[in-house]
């Protein structure tokens, strides 16, 4: 059976003054029923969140719920094709994206009752989903993407449906757009109690590696992810490649599909022409392999172009591993370069660094405890849930009683 954690868990790693505080800010939350609202149950980062969040958010006392978005395999291309774009990418935006987008939103609308206290609906997928409701609380839109250059056919569609919540929650300043509607910034944190976080013992980490016939006889060079473009596989299939030719090592690629990104297989597919005996491409779903991974990797890499924020780079950090990150949105707020891990800009960056951290295993400690001590501080899982509870916390009531209303109290 799965343990529950109570934020009285947490205090090992916040201190109990942490603990306090946040059980304060939840006290006169309780019995409000809050709905959160994505795309799938698993895969990224945004599921992992929504796991933990609705897990403890419970705990605390608030009725915390979690729904996906339903659709056939057209609204899941439509709907990854506006994520692109929301991060810059090239769109053909025609009359039948929008009607299959709208749609099938209708269609969810109907089968799901939203009247809950607070509803939060994550990044644009189930986005419409507020024109279909005659909304009697706050609903908040939370976008998790790299807004800094979206793309402005995408957007300008985009932006009634956005304009139309209380608020909207981004992950870094950077991303700020020009909207009507308050935008706050949340960092994500990771959970170091789920199964990707929580401390693995050496043979248990021994059993996950012997089991998938990943080789340790010569140090490892990781990176975990979903199958996106966005996180550049092929850019670190070359930078291996470049570094291999200074230092020995084995590349793995470990990541998976997530049910509402229909690219991912395409993209894995594409990767496996690179496998050989050094060259390890696994798509599967399994967080004990991506922690034991990232515990006994030598170098993770992220290497991303796009990040809205990438935890799994704090998750690497979280184990003391030296990690490398693309030099680009939300990596940046949670690598200090060269204190606490890379930011790199190109292949050739990424190589050179890669041969730098294997050949000084001495850097490799200092970067990993700094990389430790700094998710600690900043990134851990609790933060996130008290910025949720300081966020439901500020909304004012909407609806009052005019004292002109002519209704009698006598």
């Known amino acids: 059976m799965s343990a529950i954690h109570t934020i009285d868990d947490y205090e090992r790693y916040i201190g109990k003054e942490a603990v306090r505080r946040i059980k304060e800010k939840a006290r006169p939350l309780r019995d409000m029923h809050v709905m959160h609202m994505n795309s799938t149950y698993y895969g990224g980062g945004v599921s992992q969140i929504l796991a933990s969040l609705t897990l403890l958010m419970n705990s605390l006392g608030i009725q915390t719920g979690w729904r996906v978005v339903h659709g056939p395999p057209d609204f899941f291309s439509v709907t990854k094709k506006f994520h692109n774009a929301l991060q810059g990418a090239p769109i053909n935006m025609t009359g039948r994206k929008k009607e299959i987008y709208e749609s099938v939103i209708h269609e969810n609308a109907i089968r799901n009752h939203l009247d809950h206290d ?84 050496e043979s248990a980490v021994d059993e996950r590696l012997e089991h998938y016939g990943i080789p340790t006889d010569l140090p490892l060079v990781v990176q975990i992810s979903r199958f996106d473009r966005w996180k550049d596989p092929e850019g670190v299939i070359r930078a291996f490649q470049k570094a291999r030719k200074e230092e020995e090592c084995t590349l793995v690629l470990v990541g998976n599909v997530a049910t509402d990104d229909p690219e991912g297989a395409e993209v894995y597919r594409s990767l496996l022409a690179h496998r050989n005996e050094r060259i390890i491409v696994k798509s599967v779903q399994d967080g004990a392999l991506v922690n034991a991974l990232q515990r006994r990797a030598a170098v993770v890499l992220q290497k991303s172009i796009r990040e809205g924020f990438g935890l799994t780079v704090s998750e690497a950090m979280w184990k003391g591993a030296a990690v490398i990150g693309g030099n680009v949105g939300g990596i940046r707020y949670q690598i200090e370069d060269g204190e606490s891990g890379f930011l790199v800009s190109s292949v050739d960056e990424a190589a050179e660094r890669i041969v730098r951290l294997l050949r000084d295993p001495d850097l490799r400690d200092r970067l990993g405890n700094a990389a430790r001590d700094r998710v600690r501080e900043n990134f851990l899982f609790t933060r996130t849930v008290e910025q949720y509870l300081d966020l439901i916390g500020s909304f004012e009531p909407e609806f009052r009683l005019r004292e002109d209303g002519g209704v009698s109290c006598g």
Do not use: M
């Open 118 to 201: 607070v509803v939060f609906i994550h990044d644009p997928q189930p986005l419409p989903l507020i024109t279909h409701y005659r909304k009697k609380s706050p609903w908040v839109w939370r976008c998790h993407l790299d807004l800094t250059a979206p793309n402005r056919k995408v957007w300008n569609y985009l932006v009634p449906f956005i304009e139309r919540y209380d608020a909207v929650v981004l992950s870094c300043g950077e991303y700020r757009r020009d909207l009507g509607k308050p935008q706050v910034f949340f960092t994500p944190g990771i959970d170091p109690f789920s199964i990707v976080n929580k401390d693995l013992s």
